[in-house]
């Protein structure tokens, strides 16, 4: 039911707490990060060090770009978020939504081609903007060609339904240019603003992507109900919302094009002028960096412990993976089951302020161990909603007191959740070599990210074969697949439900989770007593 790790958790947050943030959508992974921000930090003259120290306010148009970048960062990510939430209102399979599921994949797989942003570019354009102008370009022109097929794309009818892989190619490369983006404007962020104030490039990461994918899903999904803009909005009922996905789509890239035009003619790179000045920026071989990461990896300790981050969350994969769409399937609007995005923003922002405390000390993996347990109860507790949900279902929808069960099961989760993301990452903090931190970070990020996103793949890909259903009326027929519930239908049978499938993955999830959490559990809070010197690795002295 939690929005998308990728925007949860960009590199490695989870959805980006604020969701972020995925979230969280950010346990995400940061990409500039590749050593060359460590060099990157330097190219600050003495010269321009020597001079008065700047406010906020003297930079602040940079700080306004910078963060007016990232909020077309999050545009496309939650564009994404929203489809599949669009798609189970048309019936599609769990099958076709597994296939979605990839388009999540890129923002946790950037460690791949960062080095290669980061080593490639035009010296005379810009080392960032030779990256960012043509994926911002990109990002606008397939906005613009969505726009034009998407409602046919997504169009169901009695024989056909939406044409799942072409939706999930081009989300894919929307996912793919955003996450490139993401790499550019990172690393530009280190040099666009001075010393003084390049901390607040955080602030418009976090910031910035959290309201773009707000806009791009919950704002998204509540101005495209219908049934959500008679109720608050309209006067007198309409059939459709304000604004439909093509309306939406053709607007931000129309937005696109015209802000990356803007930005590639009237603003220069700062390092053009520390070229002349004889202050090159330094970057690290591509070669070097992927034989770093090789490594790092190599190491029986950081081995051990992306095993362990690779393998940790197939406990909580139908619970995040499969139950918000099952909440659509049961007849939750959409929009709604996306505002409750909205109350938790607080939650999400005090939360890791809060269990920080919990976490600075030398074995902040004890925290994750102890909400290990409790995540995998609110998975069974999550199955139990689906249960009941049609059962308070009445003619006029949901009962208010129905909306605040669900947000109060999606509290309790965050809660969970973000004691595993911050004790996870506090870890990584701790035992990353500080000669190569950028890159050891990345990479630990990356493998957090994929130990989320192969499973909840996967959890969407077996809910359908686990499924049993039976033709009620003619006995002699089965409805184990689209044809055949066809031909029960048109026998004049009626296709039920014997076991759903997902109420089979939350319990296998929760003994896979329970049995991880005793034999390996241990085994993971014993990588704390190791030494500093089992986590450094011997290439970067």
């Given at each position: 039911?939690?929005?998308?790790?990728?925007?949860?958790?960009k590199?490695?947050?989870?959805?980006?707490?604020?969701?972020?943030?995925?979230?969280?959508?950010?346990?995400?992974?940061?990409?500039?990060?590749?050593?060359?921000?460590?060099?990157?930090?330097?190219?600050w003259?003495?010269?321009?060090?020597?001079?008065?120290?700047?406010?906020?306010?003297d930079?602040?148009?940079?700080v306004?770009?910078?963060?007016?970048?990232?909020?077309l960062?999050?545009?496309?990510?939650?564009?994404a978020?929203?489809?599949?939430?669009?798609?189970?209102?048309?019936?599609?399979?769990?099958?076709?939504?597994?296939?979605?599921?990839?388009v999540?994949?890129?923002?946790?797989?950037?460690?791949?081609?960062?080095?290669?942003?980061?080593?490639?570019?035009f010296?005379?354009?810009?080392r960032?903007?030779?990256?960012?102008?043509?994926?911002?370009?990109?990002?606008?022109?397939?906005?613009?060609?969505?726009?034009?097929?998407?409602?046919?794309l997504?169009?169901?009818?009695?024989?056909?339904?939406?044409?799942?892989?072409?939706?999930?190619?081009?989300?894919?490369?929307?996912?793919?240019?955003?996450?490139t983006?993401d790499?550019?404007?990172?690393?530009?962020?280190?040099?666009?603003?001075?010393?003084?104030?390049v901390?607040?490039?955080?602030?418009?990461?976090?910031?910035?992507?959290?309201?773009?994918?707000?806009?791009?899903?919950?704002?998204?999904?509540?101005?495209?109900?219908?049934?959500?803009?008679?109720?608050?909005?309209r006067?007198?009922?309409?059939?459709?919302?304000?604004?439909?996905l093509?309306d939406?789509?053709f607007?931000w890239?129309?937005?696109?094009l015209?802000?990356?035009t803007?930005?590639?003619i009237?603003?220069?790179e700062?390092n053009q002028?520390?070229?002349?000045?004889k202050?090159?920026?330094?970057?690290?071989?591509?070669?070097?960096?992927?034989?770093?990461?090789?490594s790092?990896?190599?190491?029986?300790?950081?081995?051990?412990?992306?095993?362990?981050l690779?393998?940790?969350?197939?406990?909580?994969?139908?619970?995040?993976?499969?139950?918000?769409?099952?909440?659509?399937?049961?007849?939750?609007?959409?929009?709604?089951?996306?505002?409750?995005?909205?109350?938790?923003?607080?939650?999400?922002?005090?939360l890791?302020?809060?269990?920080?405390?919990?976490?600075?000390g030398?074995?902040p993996?004890?925290?994750?161990?102890?909400?290990?347990?409790?995540?995998?109860?609110?998975?069974?507790l999550?199955?139990?909603?689906?249960?009941?949900?049609?059962?308070?279902?009445?003619?006029?929808?949901?009962?208010?007191?129905y909306?605040?069960?669900?947000?109060?099961?999606?509290?309790?989760?965050?809660?969970?959740?973000?004691?595993?993301?911050?004790?996870?990452?506090?870890?990584?903090?701790?035992?990353?070599?500080?000669?190569?931190?950028?890159?050891?970070?990345?990479?630990?990020?990356?493998?957090?990210?994929?130990?989320?996103?192969?499973?909840?793949?996967?959890?969407?890909?077996?809910?359908?074969?686990?499924?049993?259903k039976?033709?009620?009326?003619?006995?002699?027929?089965?409805?184990?697949?689209?044809d055949?519930?066809?031909?029960?239908?048109?026998?004049?049978g009626?296709?039920?439900t014997?076991?759903?499938?997902?109420y089979v993955?939350?319990?296998?999830c929760?003994?896979?989770?329970l049995?991880?959490?005793?034999l390996?559990?241990k085994?993971?809070?014993?990588?704390?007593d190791e030494?500093?010197?089992?986590?450094?690795?011997?290439?970067?002295?």
């Amino acid at each position: 039911m939690e929005l998308h790790e990728s925007v949860t958790h960009k590199n490695g947050r989870q959805r980006k707490p604020v969701v972020s943030t995925d979230n969280m959508r950010n346990l995400e992974t940061k990409s500039s990060d590749i050593d060359t921000e460590e060099e990157e930090t330097l190219l600050w003259t003495e010269e321009s060090h020597s001079k008065t120290h700047k406010g906020i306010g003297d930079e602040l148009g940079k700080v306004l770009l910078l963060l007016f970048l990232y909020v077309l960062q999050g545009i496309p990510l939650g564009l994404a978020g929203s489809i599949p939430l669009i798609m189970q209102s048309k019936n599609v399979s769990y099958k076709d939504q597994a296939y979605f599921s990839f388009v999540f994949w890129p923002f946790s797989l950037k460690l791949l081609w960062a080095p290669l942003v980061d080593a490639i570019y035009f010296q005379k354009f810009g080392r960032r903007k030779s990256w960012l102008v043509p994926t911002q370009y990109l990002l606008g022109l397939f906005m613009l060609y969505l726009s034009v097929t998407v409602d046919s794309l997504l169009k169901s009818d009695g024989h056909k339904g939406p044409d799942v892989i072409t939706l999930t190619a081009v989300f894919f490369m929307l996912a793919f240019l955003a996450a490139t983006q993401d790499i550019a404007v990172d690393g530009w962020a280190l040099t666009m603003l001075s010393r003084e104030n390049v901390g607040y490039a955080s602030t418009c990461n976090s910031v910035g992507q959290t309201a773009g994918y707000f806009l791009g899903n919950v704002l998204f999904l509540a101005l495209e109900s219908a049934d959500f803009c008679n109720k608050y909005l309209r006067f007198e009922p309409q059939d459709k919302g304000i604004v439909t996905l093509a309306d939406f789509l053709f607007f931000w890239g129309i937005v696109f094009l015209v802000s990356t035009t803007l930005v590639a003619i009237m603003k220069k790179e700062n390092n053009q002028q520390n070229l002349k000045k004889k202050h090159r920026e330094e970057t690290q071989s591509v070669m070097e960096t992927y034989k770093q990461l090789f490594s790092i990896v190599k190491m029986p300790t950081v081995a051990t412990f992306c095993g362990l981050l690779l393998t940790a969350k197939i406990g909580f994969s139908a619970a995040d993976a499969v139950t918000g769409l099952k909440l659509v399937e049961a007849g939750v609007p959409k929009a709604q089951l996306a505002l409750l995005a909205v109350p938790m923003v607080p939650l999400q922002i005090l939360l890791p302020v809060i269990i920080s405390k919990y976490t600075a000390g030398p074995r902040p993996l004890d925290i994750f161990y102890k909400a290990f347990p409790f995540r995998l109860l609110i998975g069974l507790l999550y199955a139990l909603l689906v249960w009941w949900t049609p059962s308070v279902r009445q003619e006029e929808g949901f009962p208010v007191y129905y909306y605040a069960v669900v947000l109060l099961s999606y509290a309790l989760h965050q809660v969970a959740l973000y004691s595993m993301y911050v004790a996870t990452m506090a870890f990584h903090a701790k035992v990353s070599d500080p000669v190569i931190g950028g890159t050891y970070m990345t990479l630990l990020n990356t493998v957090t990210n994929l130990g989320g996103n192969w499973p909840s793949t996967l959890a969407l890909w077996l809910v359908d074969p686990l499924t049993s259903k039976e033709c009620q009326g003619m006995p002699s027929l089965t409805c184990g697949s689209p044809d055949e519930a066809g031909l029960c239908v048109k026998e004049g049978g009626t296709c039920l439900t014997a076991l759903d499938g997902y109420y089979v993955e939350s319990v296998v999830c929760v003994v896979i989770g329970l049995s991880w959490w005793l034999l390996m559990g241990k085994r993971l809070r014993r990588l704390q007593d190791e030494s500093p010197q089992a986590w450094h690795c011997r290439s970067s002295k």
